[in-house]
């Protein structure tokens, strides 16, 4: 499911890789990281919904989506 809008860019959402799109996300801590993951949350550039639309998830498996991503961008 990450990989639709975090893959591409799309809909406001910080590609994997992009370092510039995931500096001022990530000096947010992995706590604000974690949240806006889980519970979704409307910023200036889009929207994420909470666990990227699949409520099926659990907060560990969006945890370590938000980990690897972070991984990938830092």
Not at 29 to 48: D, E, K, P, R, W
């Amino acid at each position: 499911m990450c990989v639709a809008c975090h893959g591409a860019g799309v809909a406001g959402a910080p590609r994997v890789g992009d370092k510039g799109a995931w500096a001022e996300r990530i000096d947010k801590g992995a706590s604000t990281l974690y949240a806006n993951a889980i519970n979704g949350v409307q910023g200036s550039s889009g929207f994420m919904p909470a666990k990227g639309g699949n409520p099926a998830l659990s907060d560990d498996e969006i945890k370590a989506v938000v980990d690897y991503m972070v991984a990938q961008s830092n």
